[in-house]
Structures are given as C-alpha cells and as structure tokens.
C-alpha cells in the first residue's frame, strides 16, 4: 500500500523529475507545477498531472505559496515535496501545506521555527556539542563590535548573512581595513537576497574543506548519520563537484561527530533528512559547524550510490509515520565504495562561470556501469535564464575513489551537450589533475587553478573552432569517406589499469 | 593570409589568422598557435584525421556538429573573413579587433556606465549583463576611446552580439 495516492513536486528541473521517480516506483501519482517559461520542460512531460502556477520570474511561480498551495487543492494532492531550493526551508510554506491538510515532506513547520537561520543553528550546536567555530554569538549589531570580535577571535574571519545560503554575503575578511570595505556592502547583499540584513563573524578555518553530514531521523525519536559527503570543490561559495565518502577523513574522525549530531536531532525533535555542513580543517584536523540544511540535498546521490538506499523513498516513509528501517551499526555495514557527483551547469568556466541559457542543440548522457544522469533536460530543451543553471547530475561509482574518477572521466567523455556551455570540459580537467587524484584541495581549490584550467580550456576550445573551420573550408562536411589505415591502440597494461580489481584486495569488480 | 571571425553556436567568437600552405594550414588566435595538417578520411563515414602539432586528432562529422576524438562535441555557426591591410602582420591584424566588445553571455543590458566620446582604460567597466540570477560587468579589453555603443539599457542581447566598439 503506498503512503500516498499523489504527491505535488513543488520545484522544477532535475530534483522535480527525480522525485517524480521514486513517487511513481512507490505506486504513487506525481504531480507537476510549471511556470510560463517551463511550459514545455522535461518534469512537466514526466509528471502524471501538471498545473500552471504564474509567470516565469520565480516570485510569480516556484515562490508563490498561494499558487502552489492552489494546484494541490486543484489536484487532490495527499503530500507535498518541495525538492531544494525554493521553498523547501520556508517555514511559512511547510505551515501553508499543514494548514491545507496535505503532509509536508520535510519538517514540520514548528522545527523550522526552531532553527529558522544559521544563528539559531549554532546556538543549538553548542547546546549539543556540536563543534563550532569562534566568532560572534548572535548577529553583530554594528562595524565597531565586529572589529572587536575579529580583533579577539584573530584574521582570517568570515562575514555571513544570517539568512541565506547559496553563498550569498558570505565573504573571507583578512584585515580590519577590509572589514571596513565589506561590512555595509554584504549586509545590503544579505538584505536584498533574505530581506534581513542581520550578519555575524566567524573564525575563518585554514585551509578548510566543506564536509557535511547525512542526519536521518524518525517521528519516534531514532536517528541515524549516513556518513559525509565532501564537497569542497566549489565557485563563489557554490558546490560543484561532491564525494562520498570524503577522501579527507580517518574513520574515528567521521565518528566522533555522531553523537553530536544525533543530539542535535534529539533536542529539535528533528524528523525527516536534514545536512550538517561544517568546515573541515586539514591542518587541525577540527569541525567547524556551519549550519544544517533541512531539506534534501543537491548532492545527495553520492551518499545512495555508496549506501544502495533510495534517500527519496526514505523521506517519503519518513514524512508519512514509517521507523527507520536500520540501526547505525546496519547502515555502517552497507557503505561500499566511492561516488562522485558532477553538478553539469550552463555555465561558461572560461568567463567567470556565467550562466548559459538557451535550447539544448545536441544531447547524449552518458550510461554504463557505474554511471548515474539525474536530468531536468533533453534534447530541445530551453535553458531559461530566470532560474539557477543547474541542469543535470552525472553520478559515478566505483569500487573506490581511484575507480571512480576512471568511471568519471569516460562518463564525463561520452556526455555530449551542444547549443549552451556547460561545466562538463572543466571537470574533464579536473580528474586529471593530481591535487584532485590525491584528494589535496581545499575550498579555494578553484580560485587557485582558474589560471591553470583556463589556459589549457582556452585551448582546447581554439583547437576545436580550428578544426570545425578546416571541416568547413575544406569542404568536408556530409561527405562520404573512404578508410584509411590508422593505428590501433593497445592497451598499456591489463586488469589494474581499467580499475577491474580492487589494488587493496585484488578481487574481481564486476 | 587570411583574417576571420568564428562564431560557435553557443555564441562564442574567434579571431584567427590563416595562413595556408598546401595541405597545411598555420592557424594563430589571440593565445594560441596551430600547425594543422589534414591526413585524409578516417575509417568511419564522415570522419576526417588532421594532425595538429604533430598529434593526430580524430574529426566526427554529424549534422553540422563536430565531434573531436569522440570526447566534445563543437558547431561552428558561421565565419567571416574580415578585411586586413597590405602588410599588416598577423599580431596587428588581430589586434585591430580587440576594441570590439563582444557579449559574452545571452542576457538584458541593465547599465551602460559609459557613453560614446569617453575615454576608458583597460579593465574599466562597460556595462553590466543580467542573467541566470547573476550580473556580468563587462570591461573595456584596451584602451582607447569609446566610439560607439550598439545596445541600450533593458535591451536584451545573444552571446557573440558585438556592445561596443572602442579605438
């Protein structure tokens, strides 16, 4: 008997039609809402029923709780799923759904309360024991008590929005001359982007890695940590690429951060899935705390693959009254492997990561063994420029992280997208790369290789205009061809270096 | 030799010198050089072999996309020949065109910080792109003097579509 008989995606692009998935798997029926400009998009073709909710700008549709709230009155909705962004941490939409009679799948709207921004998280932090970082207790309320606090807790710091996420007011503050400069203009930013201007100051950790921490808890008080994921690789304070397990951590240092997680959960009456994000640091080996998301995650993936658990399935129970189906000790058992997840954005990585929009000339996804495509796209598609560019996931899997960025980079290779730039020739470069191979990054890992990669993608996109104008000028396009003796590779070596046994076992893969 | 201007599909825009000698051509850009040869038909249908640099690289030929070494997939929109003077040399050639700023991104002009007659120093800012919830400025990549402004405030422009013109 499934837990619901239709459930509303109130969200759009990939997470909408993954969500859509597991609805439809569970015997359910999925219900889409779409805005002008996404009248044609993949999640509304793939949802059972589909409701126009407004205008293309976010306010008028993905943000509007009255519309949405409206098409699942109109589709006789049981639950609601508010995939990420969006709307998935509004207390105010969770508290709309509960009101409508429909169940919300994610916390309930008084447990958002209870932690409505990183401040109230970090309060709760410290009551659970959860490692956090120096810095102010509450929000700072002027330049001159911020000088203070930096002046005691020591530069580097960081200055963050108390409201928000997505890397917005977030900046790293090395002197008082340049908290001076930045402290007027991040709380116009926190203001404009979260309607509070409200900011506080962190000790900034060295060298720090992001490393975030699966929390899943039941209705009936139970909890479980489904590891970390690490996603370090980041532009402007925004993940790009995400692992599991992190590459950075020893076994008891990833457990020693259970129980304080768990507390959180225990003192909120946490139920549902919800991320720890902390800042790891390399160099002293310490948690920073940063603030726990209360939704599904971007990059939740790479903690299923490694698991073999369907997170989706799991929140959809959870949300309707089920117990976690396993102990700590059975979940630990079940972690196999490596995942790595690639967030394939229309973006240009040659100019500053801006965003790409357009139709979608070309696609092929990659497939195979080992290789997972979350998509919120197909051929035809049009990219709109109203929403962020996140267009697909590429997941891979392999026996462990080696065999993973093997599966990567052919997956990587057999992923063709023409029409909008994507992110994908960058991350080519980066599983080359031996800082990455060997897992020595940190969260500036991008800013310090831009030079790098951009002089080699530079190139890469010359040689390719090059050769598509010889095609052109030599008149070649649509010909026939005659065969002529190339040389054929030959494998250098045999089972090791195709990844089809494990270094540390020698046992057969697949 | 020869001067044009590629556009991809996706908007982007090449300068690049040509220089043919037989069944070589001497390819340069703004930062690199290429030595391409072409070797003749590969052994699928509409594969073509070219040694660039003196390493061979596969062309696939599908549609209008170009498909190199089966690992990325480029269409080329069109391209120009532009007209060069008597002995100008390749540097100058393209340097002649760097005053000519070029959208790089698909979006809607939401300032224009400069107006035709001014003069701008490398890097200065032009004028701001939003899209895709985030603002492009746009800089001035020479020096000289702003001759003339091709889009207006609220105007919404392609990647590849020329701004501004400085000399």
């Given at each position: 008997m499934p837990p619901f008989g239709k459930v509303l995606v109130a969200n759009r692009g990939e997470i909408a039609v993954r969500v859509m998935k597991a609805i439809k798997e569970m015997g359910m029926k999925a219900v889409a809402v779409y805005s002008e400009a996404d009248k044609y998009a993949l999640h509304v073709k793939y949802a059972d029923e589909a409701y126009y909710i407004g205008k293309a700008p976010a306010l008028d549709s993905y943000l509007n709780i009255d519309h949405i709230i409206d098409a699942a009155e109109k589709a006789h909705a049981d639950a609601v799923h508010p995939g990420y962004?969006?709307?998935?941490?509004n207390a105010d939409f969770a508290a709309a759904v509960e009101k409508a009679g429909m169940t919300f799948i994610g916390p309930s709207s008084d447990v958002m309360n209870k932690i409505k921004d990183k401040l109230d998280g970090k309060r709760v932090a410290k009551m659970a024991g959860v490692p956090i970082a120096p810095g102010s207790d509450g929000p700072v309320s002027s330049l001159d008590e911020a000088l203070k606090i930096a002046e005691k807790i020591g530069y580097p710091i960081m200055v963050k929005a108390a409201s928000g996420g997505a890397g917005v007011g977030i900046t790293r503050v090395d002197s008082p001359d340049q908290l001076v400069e930045v402290w007027e203009r991040n709380k116009r930013l926190a203001y404009q982007a979260f309607g509070k201007a409200d900011l506080y100051i962190e000790k900034y950790a060295v060298n720090p890695r992001h490393i975030e921490f699966q929390l899943i808890g039941d209705k009936y008080g139970d909890y479980v940590v489904a590891w970390e994921r690490e996603?370090?690789?980041?532009?402007r304070n925004q993940k790009l690429i995400e692992e599991a397990p992190s590459p950075a951590l020893k076994m008891e240092e990833r457990e020693k951060m259970f129980e304080p997680i768990i507390k959180f959960g225990q003192i909120i009456h946490y139920f549902t899935m919800g991320t720890f994000e902390t800042a790891f640091s390399d160099v002293t080996r310490e948690f920073y705390f940063l603030e726990l998301n209360k939704r599904l995650q971007v990059e939740h993936p790479t903690t299923e693959l490694i698991f073999r658990i369907d997170l989706v399935k799991l929140q959809i129970l959870l949300a309707a009254g089920e117990h976690l189906p396993f102990t700590q000790e059975e979940l630990n058992k079940r972690v196999r492997g490596a995942a790595i997840e690639y967030r394939i954005n229309a973006e240009d990585p040659l100019n500053n990561f801006t965003g790409s929009s357009g139709y979608i000339t070309y696609y092929k996804e990659p497939t195979g063994p080992g290789v997972r495509v979350d998509s919120g796209v197909e051929a035809g598609s049009w990219v709109p420029?109203?929403?962020?560019?996140?267009i697909s996931k590429l997941i891979v899997y392999g026996e462990n992280r080696a065999y993973a960025i093997q599966a990567g980079i052919r997956a990587l290779n057999d992923y063709k997208i023409g029409g909008v730039k994507t992110t994908i020739e960058l991350y080519k470069w980066i599983m080359r790369d031996p800082d990455f191979q060997e897992g020595r990054?940190?969260?500036?890992y991008i800013a310090q290789k831009t030079e790098q990669f951009t002089k080699y993608l530079r190139q890469q996109e010359e040689l390719r205009a090059a050769l598509a104008l010889e095609i052109q000028s030599r008149g070649l396009n649509r010909q026939g061809a005659t065969p002529v003796t190339t040389s054929q590779r030959q494998p250098k070596s045999a089972w090791k270096t195709y990844g089809l046994v494990s270094q540390a076992s020698s046992r057969v893969m697949w | 030799m020869k001067l044009y201007r590629v556009y991809s599909e996706t908007g982007d825009t090449y300068l690049m010198a040509v220089d043919s000698k037989g069944n070589v051509d001497k390819i340069k850009t703004e930062a690199n050089e290429f030595e391409i040869e072409y070797l003749g038909k590969g052994t699928r249908d509409n594969e073509y072999l070219f040694k660039v640099n003196g390493e061979i690289h596969h062309v696939f030929v599908d549609n209008g996309y170009v498909f190199v070494d089966n690992a990325s997939v480029f269409k080329l929109e069109r391209a120009t020949e532009l007209p060069t003077k008597e002995g100008e040399s390749v540097e100058e050639m393209i340097k002649g065109r760097e005053g000519e700023v070029i959208s790089p991104l698909q979006g809607r002009v939401v300032s224009i910080r400069v107006k035709e007659g001014d003069a701008v120093n490398k890097g200065q800012p032009l004028l701001s792109i939003e899209a895709m919830k985030s603002e492009t400025i746009i800089s001035a990549p020479v020096a000289g003097?702003?001759?003339?402004?091709?889009v207006k405030q609220g105007q919404g422009v392609k990647k590849g579509d020329t701004l501004v013109i400085i000399k």
């Open positions: 962004g969006f709307l998935s941490e996603c370090t690789i980041q532009r420029p109203f929403y962020d560019s996140l990054f940190s969260t500036s | 003097v702003v001759e003339k402004i091709l």
